[in-house]
């Protein structure tokens, strides 16, 4: 009986469905087990070889712990609103829910046909109103609450009015941006007034901020979306625009987020990427006056005790307050500033080297001395760390040293002479002398003094800061979740949790509305209202939807909270390091709030990650000879630049058909609408040799591998375990499509221990033997330990060699064969099952026992023992451990190739070392 991979794996696939092989219940008697792979995008290229490798890793674990006895839940959806669909309906005219059904419906025929084993019933899309209505709630919930910092976690907002209507605001520790009030001023508040001092406490609240606007996509972009000034997208002009803007306020979550990352498993390094992406640190806010000028100059510092050091204040060219203290004579020079800074992203600000700035020509005030302290302003200040202001010492900081030296700024000469940057610390005794009070005491003591004195005279507090801003949380496009919000004579009221899902409108045009508003804004009906014109991020509906999963069909709750308290933390997360920072710190603090108000019981989203590494793709390459049409091949190339003296041009070439490195020359002409059709070659042996270089797999580099092909040429078995088998899941690797063969023989060869393609059956019923039933026990301990510490390229190889000895041994006996099938099922999920029903059970390898090993199969009874004459090795012999030293000597001296070397002579002795050797001296 011939291996028909195809006709095996559609049947048993189809098979699965029809008894909902996958489908998991909210109550079993089992332990539960939750494996999630990161939320995909759909996009229209569909899959490539590279998608599915943390998806493979996923459902290996899943089967494997579900025939460990656990109830396991893993299922699949589409996080599928966002920019790209809203580009793609832009430029094609069609609706982003057409084009995103299409890419859906493309993505899971992909999934299907390597056979994952999701529970398809539980699958959610971010763009189904009845999954964003839940996403629009949430954002409710967290609209109408605070962090109250008396108990450190999130509470209903109506707690935060009750402790103002009863003791005003002075006991709550925030910094308003109204002045604060008593008890009787808040009862006498207009409605307006109120609205607009609780929206400085909501987690979810709105403000004006600068953002990166692109007029061509018609949206915000994130910093990192932004390169070199223009779009990562389409390279659009990008220009700073204050515009309203919804966020989230994780700031206040900041120190649980680090808590948080000591009780779960991540990977140091994304430990580490998190705790610096927080950028926790100490210190105080000071405000300085300005000379002439009503305004303060707030600065946050993490050494307040420098403060008779600061020799020049530098301020973000964004804030407002530069245009409020920019002096007549130096307008000029600071408007033309502000207007470089404007066309430069924040990640090019942080990283750039070269010393810029514009002084203002105002001074602030020291308010200890009076001296009067020059007022710059420079990019590598940025607006939204801290005040947006720093105060610079040049004596203790290097760089404020060398921006001093470079507009030569005085520096203040506190032990008689100027300092460079490694006299700097040495300054510190004498910067604290001067203050008159400090006395040359430790820092942390000096700090504490001056921050003391700073609160007592009123024009400081002590603070702790956060490199973490609070997360922006609108966009101008489209498609996204709308906000339930109403805008009421320019003030912000939720709408009722009953009047949810704030549908998303269908609009004529997706173009931007007026004053960078998003596309709603062109909708009369929608501005009539009063709605919000902006929609959520993309993020949104991603932060939540672990815990859809858990009830997805329930219209009445998010979740029930019996099912997520069953359910509780996702067990093993799967996915790319690219979400290291943005998508697990959005998805931990709602995790967080949601625990906070008492929706879930757990406030951290995920137990373990595991980052799978990057497929890369093997790019191939041609060479044209410059203004030509001819083809030189690779190892006729004195450089892939040149060619006897004439410059080639190096041409991605489509790896598909490519044979190894040799170009199927007909198929290159016949390639992109016969644009080679012409196309002569310089041959090596008759072959074209094309180059090669890893790159990361892009359809741009023609270089991505359908899994389609693949599946439908060696079998979605051969493709899940040779995905495995390129090496170790964490790490980035090049895809070789030729050693696929290798793992496709395996299977083959397994295939042969049950049916010979002429012989038939195989398999029998006699009883196994110590030595296979050794194979097999070594397999099981094996498998079970690489599958358990993720380390599935091991266990392919495991496979392999087991089948290869059980082939020696000509074991075709059931008793060994019916376990091995249960062992492999996790990865190659089809054959098993088909081999499992030919041995004649009636129930599905899915819901068999993982087999359980037995040390005494194993434990090794005898010893081979190196047998040396005088020293040197002649004859090797099999000993039983136990022996006695009486038994070696009999047996030694009645072994003919030692009777040989002993040549009628007597040993002096025989020496005996257990475990070692035996050694015969003559």
Same mark, same amino acid.
């Given at each position: ?151 450190? =976690? ?492 004439? =410059? ?275």
């Amino acid at each position: 009986m011939e291996y028909k991979f195809r006709d095996i794996e559609k049947k048993w696939q189809q098979q699965w469905i029809n008894t909902n092989a996958y489908r998991v219940s909210n109550v079993s008697e089992k332990p539960k087990f939750y494996v999630l792979d990161m939320f995909p995008y759909p996009s229209g290229a569909g899959l490539h070889v590279g998608h599915p490798l943390g998806y493979i890793a996923s459902d290996i674990y899943s089967r494997f712990k579900r025939l460990k006895g656990f109830n396991v839940l893993h299922p699949m959806g589409y996080d599928a609103f966002g920019l790209p669909a809203e580009q793609y309906a832009i430029e094609h005219g069609v609706h982003p829910a057409v084009s995103t059904d299409q890419n859906i419906a493309n993505f899971r025929r992909q999934l299907d046909n390597i056979g994952f084993c999701y529970d398809w019933e539980r699958e959610v899309r971010t763009c189904d109103p009845g999954y964003y209505k839940w996403t629009q709630w949430i954002f409710l919930q967290l609209f109408n609450s605070f962090y109250n910092r008396k108990t450190n =976690k999130a509470e209903k907002i109506d707690v935060l009015i009750a402790s103002f209507e009863a003791e005003g605001s002075a006991t709550h520790g925030y910094r308003l941006t109204t002045a604060g009030f008593t008890a009787d001023e808040w009862k006498g508040y207009d409605d307006a007034t109120k609205q607009s001092i609780l929206m400085d406490y909501r987690l979810a609240y709105c403000g004006y901020g600068e953002v990166n606007w692109c007029e061509a996509l018609g949206t915000v972009l994130a910093n990192d979306e932004v390169v070199n000034g223009v779009s990562e997208r389409g390279g659009h002009p990008v220009v700073k625009k204050k515009l309203r803007q919804w966020y989230l306020r994780i700031t206040e979550y900041a120190d649980r987020l680090l808590e948080g990352l000591e009780r779960i498993e991540f990977s140091e390094s994304m430990k580490e990427m998190q705790t610096n992406w927080i950028g926790k640190s100490s210190g105080a806010e000071i405000d300085f006056a300005i000379k002439g000028n009503e305004q303060k100059l707030r600065v946050y510092t993490t050494r307040p005790d420098t403060i008779f050091g600061v020799d020049f204040m530098v301020i973000a060219p964004e804030l407002d307050l530069v245009d409020q203290i920019k002096s007549a004579e130096q307008t000029a020079a600071v408007d033309e500033y502000i207007a470089y800074v404007k066309s430069r992203s924040e990640r090019e600000r942080q990283a750039e080297k070269k010393i810029s700035g514009v002084f203002t020509g105002a001074y602030a005030v020291n308010p200890f001395d009076g001296r009067e302290i020059p007022i710059w302003i420079s990019e590598y200040v940025l607006a939204g760390y801290g005040t947006g202001a720093i105060m610079a010492v040049p004596c203790g900081d290097e760089r404020d040293f060398k921006f001093a030296q470079h507009f030569t700024i005085p520096i203040t000469n506190i032990i008689g002479k100027h300092f460079n940057g490694e006299e700097a610390n040495a300054t510190k005794d004498a910067v604290l002398e001067k203050s008159g009070f400090l006395n040359g005491m430790p820092m942390r003591e000096a700090s504490e003094i001056v921050i003391n004195k700073l609160e007592e005279l009123g024009i400081g507090l002590r603070k702790v800061n956060f490199r973490m801003r609070d997360a922006a949380f609108s966009r101008q496009r489209y498609w996204g979740e709308p906000f339930p919000i109403q805008w009421k004579g320019g003030t912000a009221y939720p709408l009722s949790s009953t009047e949810l899902p704030l549908l998303l409108p269908e609009v004529d045009s997706y173009s931007p509305g007026p004053e960078g508003e998003g596309p709603l804004a062109n909708i009369p009906e929608w501005v009539a209202k009063e709605l919000e014109t902006n929609t959520m991020p993309g993020y949104a509906g991603s932060s939540w939807y672990f815990l859809r999963y858990m009830d997805p069909k329930n219209e009445t709750a998010f979740c029930d909270r019996s099912v997520s308290d069953y359910w509780g933390q996702v067990d093993l997360y799967i996915g790319g390091t690219e979400h290291a920072v943005g998508h697990l710190l959005y998805s931990r603090m709602w995790t967080k709030a949601l625990y906070d108000l008492g929706f879930i019981g757990h406030d951290e989203p995920f137990k373990k990650l595991v980052n799978q590494g990057m497929i890369q793709g093997s790019s191939r390459f041609v060479y044209r000879i410059n203004g030509t049409n001819t083809f030189v091949s690779k190892g006729l190339l004195k450089s892939e630049e040149e060619y006897e003296g004439r =410059k080639l041009d190096k041409l991605h070439v489509d790896v598909n058909f490519v044979d190894g490195y040799e170009l199927d020359v007909e198929a290159f002409k016949k390639w992109r609408n016969n644009e080679h059709a012409g196309a002569e070659f310089i041959f090596e042996s008759d072959k074209y040799i094309c180059g090669s270089e890893v790159e990361k797999m892009s359809k741009s580099k023609f270089n991505t591998v359908n899994p389609d092909d693949l599946v439908n040429k060696y079998g979605a078995d051969t493709f899940r375990m040779y995905e495995m088998f390129l090496g170790p899941v964490e790490i980035s690797k090049p895809w070789d499509t030729k050693g696929i063969e290798g793992v496709h023989r395996f299977l083959k060869k397994l295939w042969r221990l049950f049916y010979d393609d002429l012989k038939g059956q195989m398999w029998n019923n006699d009883k196994a033997t110590d030595a296979e039933l050794k194979v097999l026990h070594k397999t099981i301990k094996k498998i079970e330990d690489d599958t358990e510490r993720f380390s599935f390229n091991t266990g392919v190889s495991t496979f392999m060699i087991a089948v290869n000895e059980l082939s020696d041994l000509k074991c075709n006996k059931k008793e060994i064969l019916e376990q091995l099938l249960i062992l492999l099922t996790p990865y190659a999920p089809h054959v098993s099952e088909e081999l499992w029903s030919l041995l004649g059970n009636s129930g599905s390898v899915l819901d068999a026992s993982f087999p359980k090993f037995e040390a005494k199969y194993v434990t090794e009874s005898t010893k081979d023992y190196p047998v040396a004459i005088n020293g040197k090795t002649r004859t090797e012999l099999t000993l039983d451990l136990a022996i006695t030293q009486a038994e070696v000597e009999q047996i030694v001296l009645s072994n003919e190739i030692v009777l040989k070397w002993l040549d009628g002579k007597q040993p002096k002795k025989i020496i005996y070392v257990k475990n070692k050797m035996i050694n015969v001296v003559i």
